[in-house]
């Protein structure tokens, strides 16, 4: 189970908040206008530059990096197995993310967007154990894990919510971040094998052959974890902004 850490300044006097407008750098769209899935596609691109940073004002932290508590990884094939746990992980990334597309279906009240990494970074403190062409494997400290040119996926479903000012807001029930394999992906643990640098080599090297096995253990870890974060942020957003000042149902 990940353990995100974020938000806990940003959402401790939701209750209390008065009702907000849009920040000026998102701009509003047309509901009804024959171009919104348009519109919306080019609001989210620009908003994109404008909140990576974070924004108090709207309880946005930052999204890059984004702090993982913890991945696993579960490797055995053959003579290997082994079992890598990442703490502290640090993604980095996201701010360099080009939206593909974005729809949204109003009557299902579900969005979905493509998006495209050039590269994803993660950086950890890493502890493994297990064995390796009958040798054991031990080691602990930095690891460094890259992903390159990475397509995701992320939909999530929306619903309203009423609060005690009388007004309508929305608010994010489920959602789900998936990631394509990669088309390239390296791996760095330093001081394997208690520093034994032939030893680490070769098992770095290992692991960069085999990566496409790797990648079906920590790509669902990563997504669970960075697709929940985004809801969190999203719903900060919207705990804040009622349903009439969205720029979703700009009236015509």
């Known amino acids: 189970m990940q353990r995100i850490i974020v938000l806990a300044a940003f959402t401790s006097c939701w209750l209390f908040a008065q009702p907000l407008k849009l920040p000026e750098y998102i701009k509003p769209c047309r509901r009804y206008a024959p171009d919104v899935q348009e519109c919306i596609l ?21 999204l890059d990096p984004v702090l993982i508590d913890r991945l696993e990884i579960n490797q055995g094939s053959g003579s290997v197995g082994m079992s890598i746990i990442a703490h502290d992980a640090f993604l980095r990334g996201v701010r360099n993310v080009d939206v593909l597309n974005v729809t949204h279906n109003f009557e299902k009240r579900v969005v979905d967007f ?4 050039p590269e994803v970074r993660i950086d950890c403190i890493y502890n493994v ?10 080691g602990y400290g930095n690891g460094t894990i890259i992903l390159g040119k990475v ?3 992320y939909t999530y479903h929306w619903d309203t919510t009423k609060k005690k000012d ?3 807001y929305y608010l994010i029930n489920s959602a789900k971040l998936t990631f394509d394999l990669p088309e390239k ?5 330093e001081n394997l094998f208690h520093g034994n640098k032939l030893l680490g080599d070769n098992m770095n090297r290992f692991m960069n052959e085999n990566w496409k096995e790797i990648i079906k253990d920590v790509g669902p870890g990563m997504a669970d974890a960075l697709g929940e974060y985004i809801r969190q942020v999203l719903n900060n957003i919207y705990s804040l902004v009622p349903v009439e000042n969205s720029f979703i149902f700009d009236k015509v």
Do not use: C, Q
């Open 42 to 62: 080019k609001t989210v691109r620009a908003t994109i530059p404008h909140v990576v940073n974070g924004d108090p004002k709207y309880r946005v932290p930052p």
């Open 114 to 117: 493509d998006w495209f990494f």
């Open 129 to 138: 154990t297990g064995r390796a062409l009958l040798l054991p494997i031990e």
């Open 151 to 153: 397509r995701a996926h």
């Open 166 to 168: 009388a007004k309508d």
């Open 185 to 189: 992906m390296s791996i760095n643990l």
